[in-house]
């Protein structure tokens, strides 16, 4: 099981950029599929994206064109770069992971805030 700790969180202006790492601990980390999720106040969790182990990558129509996720298994790091940030993009951002042979993300961050200021 790995354990995850995001950072690079924090208050941007609209149409601004702002990163985000995940830091994974723990054996195996290009075994696993990883993601982003976002929750904003008073909203459901929602996916954000998704890159697999081979490096396939998905997203929510939401934030395509504009998010772009990838990952360094040599540093057990996924980023997440965000680009013509909107404020409807202000959540705290989850890191999530799954070993490739499963279905549901079974390992989550902490969370890191993103506030996007109009």
């Known amino acids: 099981q790995v354990q995850l700790v995001e950072s690079g969180g924090g208050l941007v202006q609209a149409g601004g950029s702002l990163s985000v790492s995940c830091a994974a601990s723990g054996r195996s980390f290009s075994n696993y599929d990883m993601g982003w999720f976002r929750q904003a106040p008073g909203k459901e969790r929602e996916f954000v994206a998704a890159?697999?182990?081979?490096?396939?990558?998905t997203y929510a129509d939401s934030v395509k064109g504009r998010f772009t996720i990838s990952r360094d298994n040599a540093k057990n790091t996924v980023y997440l770069r965000m680009n013509s940030l909107k404020p409807e993009d202000t959540a705290v951002y989850y890191c999530?992971?799954?070993?490739?042979?499963?279905?549901?993300?079974?390992?989550w961050g902490q969370g890191t805030q993103v506030t996007v200021s109009s």
């Open positions: 890159i697999s182990r081979s490096g396939g990558t």
């Open positions: 999530a992971a799954k070993y490739y042979t499963l279905n549901l993300y079974n390992a």
